[in-house]
């Protein structure tokens, strides 16, 4: 199994970016999915969980700028992330998150997000 994040980059107070996930070697429709945040000295934090049904649900400063979703077709979640403020910067992992089939969970990489005010 294989998770691979892109997106990341350096963007301007209030710009945008798109993050991606393409998962490798598992089944994707079968999995709910996450995007977690790390930034530098603080935990891990989730930001945004969508279900395999669909069902999303948004945590702390990512309710109303971030949006996330899904395409099963191609394998692939995505953050679109609007209004970014300096203190978004992290690094960003994708997650399969298996807890409720009682499978494994399974982190991407990171792809480092820096936002400059």
């Known amino acids: 199994v294989q998770l691979q994040a892109f997106g990341g980059g350096l963007v301007q107070a209030g710009g945008s970016l798109a993050l991606s996930c393409t998962a490798y070697?598992?089944?994707?429709?079968?999995?709910?999915m996450a995007w977690s945040r790390q930034a530098p000295g603080k935990q891990r934090e989730l930001v945004a969980w969508i279900s395999s049904g669909g069902t999303i649900d948004y945590f702390g400063s990512a309710k109303d700028r971030f949006t996330i979703s899904r395409d099963n077709a191609k394998n692939t979640m995505y953050l679109q992330m609007n209004s970014l403020k300096p203190e978004d910067t992290a690094i960003y992992y994708c997650k399969m998150d298996g807890r409720r089939r009682f499978k494994p969970n399974y982190w991407g990489q990171g792809t480092l997000v820096t936002v400059s005010s």
């Open positions: 070697g598992i089944t994707f429709s079968n999995y709910d």
